[in-house]
């Protein structure tokens, strides 16, 4: 049996502490940096001349908002639970399950027994406390809300904003014009062009995409439906699409290349957008964007 590592057992002592008001500060300031290594990352998929045009600091604002509104939501939540189960127990249930998102818990709020033995041989907690804090993660709403709150993938919005990040980046590469090179190499003055004329929103298709028929969540979205759809970046930015579209949501931006543009007829013979050939193909996307049914309704 695995022994628990020295991080997990801080990480235990600490919430059986509280977390402070420095440890939430150190933890916007690192969740910052991350969101501005992600934004560098999109920006350098598909990179243009000039400078950034996101201000990082903007990025660490961000940061630090959605740290203290998470530290709002828990603090008082784990007192509830506290009060009721003991420190020791709360203690035991963040260890346990607080690496997970929100469609991992449902499963667990139903109970998996093999799942919960698994979790305990992991973390080296005996089996009979592993069950008991799960009995209270299911039967105690402020439990489960604390999970949920956790300032990990569960609540603090970090892997949402970490996305938004890498594909503000990518759609300030979008925006970039730069020199034709190709005009210059025969001696015209080609000016500047956009990089990318059309750009794809894509997800990722499996049974977690929402509004996907067969799978899990059928009548929880509609990203399955606009998954492929091609529009200028500068429109995808007017429309409020710069993934991620929803909680939780997979999307990215891809360039669409000219060649592919041609065979979906979305582009003439010139290379110019041919726009009513791509509202045909974009056909019923569309219409989930313009009613609003995509993004989700009230995530921003």
Not at 77 to 87: M, P
Not at 184 to 205: K, S, Y
Request: proline share 5%; glycine share 8%.
């Amino acid at each position: 049996m695995r022994q628990m590592a020295a991080s997990e057992r801080e990480m235990a002592a600490a919430w059986k502490r509280g977390l402070s008001r420095r440890r939430w500060e150190a933890m916007a300031t690192e969740v910052g940096d991350a969101l501005v290594s992600s934004y560098s990352r999109g920006r350098l998929m598909y990179m243009g001349e000039g400078e950034p045009l996101a201000d990082m600091a903007v990025l660490h604002e961000r940061a630090r908002i959605m740290t203290m509104r998470a530290a709002a939501q828990v603090e008082p939540i784990e007192r509830a639970v506290a009060y009721r189960h003991g420190d020791e127990m709360v203690a035991m249930i963040f260890l346990l399950f607080f690496d997970e998102d929100d469609d991992n818990l449902r499963p667990i709020a139903r109970g998996v027994p093999a799942a919960i033995s698994r979790r305990a041989a992991r973390f080296d907690v005996p089996i009979a406390t592993a069950r008991t804090a799960h009995t209270i993660l299911s039967r105690d709403a402020d439990a489960m809300a604390l999970v949920r709150t956790i300032p990990r993938r569960s609540v603090l919005p970090a892997l949402d904003e970490s996305r938004r990040a890498l594909n503000l980046g990518i759609a300030e590469a979008g925006l970039t014009r730069i020199r034709s090179e190709s005009a210059t190499d025969v001696g015209i003055d080609g000016g500047f062009a956009p990089q990318f004329p059309l750009w794809e929103i894509r997800e990722l298709m499996d049974r977690r995409t929402r509004g996907n028929p067969s799978g899990d969540f059928p009548h929880d979205g509609f990203h399955w439906q606009v998954s492929g759809y091609i529009n200028t970046m500068s429109e995808i930015i007017r429309q409020g699409c710069v993934p991620p579209c929803g909680r939780n949501c997979r999307a990215s931006l891809f360039p669409v290349s000219m060649r592919r543009a041609r065979e979906l007829g979305i582009v003439d013979a010139t290379g110019a957008i041919d726009y009513a050939g791509l509202r045909n193909y974009n056909g019923e996307r569309q219409g989930y964007i313009d009613r609003g049914q995509y993004p989700d309704p009230r995530f921003r």
